[in-house]
């Protein structure tokens, strides 16, 4: 009997061990899955808290043929994008800003395509050949920011920069009036297009208010990257007697200021100007010895702000999408440069602040077509 009651004591003890252990273990692996849960989100919390240390707002560019290094338009918008970056402490590459160069059309829709897929928060496009492929981009990525610079496109995702270039140009018409011996200059344009016939007819209008018996020779390149055939044109209007070029091509213009210091070189007394446009391109006339530049003046038209602006605007949540953003006279988005002052005389530049003052009053209205510059001409 002792023996029996001792088994089932023993029994009892042992099962009721087992049990023990039983709760003893589920509670352990409760707990560690309560810590588990911990870890997890307290690895969140600091994957959170990288992102936003890493979250900074980028930007970038698509050029148009004329490359970013065309000493023009396309290298002005990247000079704003880069001090843009540097402001906010960025650096060139896909975690700040960037730009994507264009060779030829076909390059522009999947230069934007990559970008996008790069997470760039706002993309602009540089020039009015863009038009289309930014229009496309814009409609199939709703929720980017995108810009484009001399052109409209009509999506409300898309913020439209643009220009009164025709008044700039105006005012260097006054400079090339002025300045002329031979009472002939010309202006070459790079495509036949809405957007460069401002630039031609603001010069013309400019030159034709100082002096309607001066010869003005007008030809397009029809391209923007063409220094060669810039040069050509060049030759042909320098042979012709004109003494002073204002150019709106783009790379195209490198050719100008090449044929220019070339005559200038070989012929130092005789008299040979460029005005070039864009940016001061005072330097891109200068010889190979940093003297005697052929640049009379320069059309600067500020994409450098307009890019660096806009992208301000995107950074603090008030991108300008669906809008149309003009630059001109009266916020100095376009004017005039004075870096060679030995070329420009004080009559000169006293000439231009008188015509300057009237286009701001509003007492001329300088024509932005070829149909408004025969009224304007009809009117002097």
Request: aromatic share 8%; proline share 2%.
């Amino acid at each position: 009997m002792n023996w029996r009651k001792y088994f089932f004591l023993s029994c009892f003890i042992l099962i009721l061990s087992l049990f023990l252990a039983a709760c003893g273990s589920s509670n352990e692996e409760d707990s560690n899955k309560d810590e588990g849960s911990a870890t997890e989100e307290e690895t969140t919390d600091e994957a959170e808290g990288n992102d936003e240390a890493t979250g900074n707002y980028t930007a970038a560019m698509v050029t148009d043929t004329g490359g970013v290094d065309d000493k023009s338009f396309n290298q002005s918008a990247w000079e704003g994008l880069t001090a843009w970056g540097e402001e906010h402490g960025l650096e060139k590459g896909k975690d700040g800003f960037d730009y994507a160069q264009s060779e030829d059309d076909s390059d522009y829709l999947p230069n934007f395509t990559r970008l996008v897929r790069n997470d760039f928060d706002i993309v602009f496009g540089i020039g009015f050949l863009l038009e289309d492929a930014v229009r496309e981009i814009a409609q199939q990525n709703p929720e980017n920011e995108f810009a484009i610079v001399d052109t409209v496109v009509d999506e409300p995702n898309v913020a439209s920069i643009t220009f009164a270039e025709h008044q700039g140009s105006f005012l260097v018409g006054v400079v090339a009036a002025m300045t002329t011996k031979t009472n002939k200059v010309g202006f070459v344009g790079g495509v036949d297009s809405d957007l460069i016939n401002k630039f031609e007819v603001g010069f013309v209008s400019g030159v034709k208010s100082v002096d309607p018996n001066i010869e003005i020779n007008i030809q397009y390149a029809e391209d923007f990257s063409d220094a060669a055939k810039g040069k050509l044109i060049a030759t042909q209007m320098y042979n012709d007697g004109a003494d002073i070029i204002y150019h709106a091509a783009g790379g195209t213009g490198n050719g100008v200021f090449a044929q220019a210091k070339d005559i200038k070189q070989n012929d130092p007394d005789r008299d040979i100007w460029v005005i070039g446009v864009d940016r001061d391109q005072y330097e891109e006339g200068l010889n190979e010895d940093g003297s005697a530049s052929v640049t009379l003046t320069s059309m600067v038209k500020r994409v450098d702000i307009s890019v660096h602006e806009v992208t301000n605007l995107g950074m603090n949540g008030e991108f300008p999408g669906g809008e149309i953003i003009e630059f001109g006279l009266e916020d100095e988005g376009v004017g005039i440069a004075t870096t060679n002052e030995e070329a420009l005389s004080t009559d000169v530049l006293d000439a231009v602040k008188e015509w300057e003052d009237k286009i701001k009053a509003g007492e001329i209205t300088v024509p932005k077509t070829r149909d408004e510059l025969k009224e304007f001409e009809d009117s002097l």
